[in-house]
């Protein structure tokens, strides 16, 4: 039966393997300052990953809107973005 470490690890990657092991031989207190910058850096793509798969899910929604604003456009139902222009 084979060994697992505290987490059950996929294919690493051999560059955050050797990372790792770097770290691995550094005091507990940098250890933990480098662990703190990675989860960090995890939440923030996890983040990111977020606002992808929320901006994916509108863009029916965005299109509508463009092919709406588009119509008014053409109809002339819209005002001139400079106020000075609104007047004539």
């Known amino acids: ?3 697992l470490s505290k ?3 996929r294919d690493m990657n051999a560059l955050l393997e050797k990372a790792l092991a770097e770290v691995a ?3 507990e207190d ?7 910058l990675i989860l960090d850096v995890l939440d923030e793509i ?3 990953r977020g606002w992808d ?3 994916a899910k509108t863009q029916d929604q965005l ?3 463009v092919r709406s604003a588009r119509a008014e456009a053409q109809r002339g139902d ?7 222009d609104r007047a004539k």
């Open 53 to 55: 798969e929320r901006f």
């Open 63 to 65: 299109g509508a809107l």
């Open 25 to 27: 031989r550094l005091p």
């Open 46 to 48: 996890a983040a990111e």
């Open 78 to 84: 819209v005002l001139p973005s400079n106020p000075i």
């Open 7 to 9: 987490w059950e690890r």
């Open 1 to 3: 039966m084979t060994s």
């Open 30 to 36: 940098e250890q933990e300052a480098i662990a703190t």
